[in-house]
Nanobody, 122 residues
Framework: QVQLVESGGGLVQAGGPLRLSCAAS????????MGWFRQAPGKEREFVAA????????TYADSVKERFTISRDNAKNTLYLQMNSLKPEDTAVYYC???????????????WGQGTQVTVSS
């Protein structure tokens, strides 16, 4: 089983940067594609970004493209989300997750972290 622990969330002013980390542990973690999702109060969980297990492919939601960067360090079993030019609408709980396929579809992700809160003030 894969365990995921997010960190790096907090309160940040609009326009500022923040980097989230997701530490993975467990067998075969290097073979997992990984993604970030977020959920704001009263809204459905939505896709943010995904990265292939080889890190050769990435994809982003249109709302975060050019502002967020997903990356991974397989040697450290860690996933990252660098968020720049943050907006109040980015406020949400951010989750990392793993999948056997490179996809934006939430149903395809099997293991999930507990989430980390990101709050962007106006």
């Amino acid at each position: 089983q894969v365990q995921l622990v997010e960190s790096g969330g907090g309160l940040v002013q609009a326009g500022g940067p923040l980097r989230l980390s997701c530490a993975a542990s467990g067998r075969t973690t290097r073979n997992y594609n990984m993604g970030w999702f977020r959920q704001a109060p009263g809204k459905e969980r939505e896709f943010v970004a995904a990265i292939a297990w080889t890190a050769s492919s990435t994809t982003y939601a249109d709302s975060v493209k050019e502002r967020f960067t997903i990356s991974r360090d397989n040697a450290k079993n860690t996933l990252y989300l660098q968020m720049n030019s943050l907006k109040p609408e980015d406020t949400a709980v951010y989750y990392c997750a793993t999948s056997w396929s490179f996809t934006t579809t939430m149903r395809a992700y099997d293991y999930w972290g507990q989430g980390t809160q990101v709050t962007v003030s106006s």
